[in-house]
């Protein structure tokens, strides 16, 4: 469907936030609850040995159901058959070289094999998957673990313009695939719709998803709603169940929203979600996939975007272009952003502005024409303030260029988080100048976005306001022109100013 510029960075936010949470997480799965305050980092590691901001079975399990889902988008339809068998075939695929697949859902995919192998096939169908659940089910009573929560988030997308009472219904589906307990299917269903919903109107509501369920089990999961409000995550000490985790990562999110709201409140979440120990990465990739919904890929801090990567061969981008196709319901666009290989900027002027910084020449400030010369300049981390096409991205590390959503607009409605994702900009250059790294700094014509970075950036190394910093950039930047909202950042980053804070740009970052 037609998505507004703020339903477009919901959409991208989605699989992007589950993955940092399902990484952020990944370092601390089955270890204690972390007291209130306690770091939270990317560190790696955990039972099962992962690199520092690689995402895990969760994500993992997540991207083929967007693939899948995506390709059926632009055929027939949703989840239909088709697209269930080329979900299973690639879970199926992967758990062959994962390190963490789920008990409930390795018993299933062996189960699964099993079945098509007795019918003389050499590879899975999604029929094969829900027989095997409902085998695993049916034998031991108890088939309720989190597996099939923790994946289900892009299903919402493919069905932001259904009704909601489809998706329920899909979500049951996919969720038995390896999963079919009723519980396991209704917390699928309420989280899509909750997704769903916040997707659409940014609103976080799981009160109208209740409706769709029979009133008596409405009523049971009303209760469990209720008590994960009055609950922190760590009271859910049995978090591999889906009801636990359901409740576990609804209460990350609960909380943090009593004392944080817009990007402050995904991060603390998601931070919350891993303290509350135990299943860390399941449950705050849960609460991603929400939170996500709910603040969009531009309230994910560039910190947690920076090296996610994971199965199959993904990175941030990915995820991001993954979601917002998904949302979109066109299937995958070559020729349009982010997924061309160009973006065309042939009809702008004045795009090969290229000066350096007036507080600091180690960074350079550019228009989009300056790109060609990195390698000249020796310039070893980018920070693109403008859309640009995958081949466009200049030869640093993946690592070493920062991408930022930011429209040159004082329009409500054209950015989520504008102030945010501009200070974000300017501690990003901070950080790659901390690492030694030479920096280009740019958008299209480096007269609004940039200079406005660069000001944020110059009023944190030159000790002195962002609005004395812009007058600086203007004199290298003659055509530095700020749109009024940008104009409102810099001034705001004035007034709340706290010189115990460390600087201007720091202290407008609260
Ligand atoms: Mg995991």
């Not at 960075?9 to 992007?16: F, K, Y």
């Not at 995958?332 to 004045?350: I, K, N, V």
């Not at 945010?420 to 901390?434: I, M, T």
């Not at 290298?476 to 980053?493: K, T």
Request: proline content about 5%.
């Amino acid at each position: 469907m037609k998505l507004n510029p703020l339903q477009n960075d919901r959409a991208a936010g989605v699989l992007v936030a589950l993955a940092a949470g399902d990484a952020l997480g990944a370092g601390y799965e089955f270890g204690p609850p972390l007291p209130d305050g306690a770091d939270v980092i990317m560190k790696g590691g955990g039972p099962f040995g992962f690199a520092p901001a690689e995402w895990t079975d969760d994500t993992s399990m997540a991207v083929p159901i967007a693939q899948a889902l995506l390709t059926s988008a632009s055929g027939d339809g949703s989840s239909s058959p088709a697209a269930l068998t080329m979900v299973v075939r690639a879970w199926t695929s992967w758990a062959t070289e994962a390190k963490d697949v789920g008990a409930q859902t390795s018993s299933v995919i062996a189960a699964a094999r099993r079945l098509a192998a007795a019918a003389g096939r050499s590879k899975v169908h999604a029929a094969d998957f829900s027989a095997a659940a409902a085998d695993f089910h049916a034998r031991t009573g108890r088939s309720a673990g989190n597996g099939s929560l923790m994946r289900t988030a892009p299903l919402a997308l493919a069905y932001l313009d259904r009704e909601p009472g489809e998706l329920m219904a899909a979500a049951g589906v996919m969720s038995a695939l390896t999963h079919a307990d009723p519980d396991a299917q209704e917390a699928c269903g309420l989280w899509c719709v909750a997704i769903r919903n916040a997707v659409l109107t940014g609103r976080l509501d799981f009160r109208a998803g209740l409706t769709l369920l029979p009133a008596e089990r409405a009523s049971v999961w009303l209760e469990r709603i209720e008590t994960a409000e009055r609950s922190r995550p760590r009271d859910f000490t049995r978090n591999g169940w889906v009801v636990e985790a359901f409740q576990g990562a609804w209460s990350a999110i609960h909380y943090a929203g009593l004392s944080a709201s817009g990007p402050a409140r995904l991060r603390a979440a998601l931070e919350e979600a891993v303290r509350g120990g135990r299943d860390t990465d399941t449950v705050a990739a849960i609460a991603g996939g929400l939170v996500g919904a709910a603040y969009g890929y531009t309230a994910v801090p560039f910190e947690w975007r920076r090296r996610l990567h994971g199965w199959p061969c993904m990175r941030t981008r990915d995820l991001m272009t993954l979601g917002m196709e998904l949302g979109r319901g066109e299937g995958r666009r070559s020729t349009s952003w982010p997924r061309a290989g160009r973006h065309d900027y042939s009809m702008w002027s004045r795009t090969d502005a290229l000066v350096q910084h007036p507080h600091d020449d180690g960074v350079w400030l550019g228009g989009v024409g300056s790109l060609g010369r990195v390698a000249e300049l020796g310039i070893d981390a980018v920070v693109s303030l403008c859309r640009l096409g995958t081949l466009d991205v200049p030869a640093v590390a993946a690592e070493d260029h920062a991408t930022f959503w930011v429209v040159d607009s004082h329009v409500v409605g054209d950015n989520a988080h504008a102030g945010f994702v501009l200070r974000e900009a300017a501690a990003a250059v901070e950080r790659f100048r901390s690492e030694g790294k030479t920096v280009l700094l740019h958008c299209v014509r480096a007269e609004s976005r940039t200079p406005t970075v660069a000001a944020l950036y110059g009023a944190s190394v030159a000790g002195v306001s962002p609005l004395e910093a812009l007058e600086d950039v203007r004199r290298v930047l003659p055509n530095a022109r700020p749109n009024r909202l940008f104009m409102q950042v810099l001034a705001e980053a004035v007034t709340t100013t706290d010189p115990a804070a460390g600087g201007a740009t720091r202290a407008g970052a609260q």
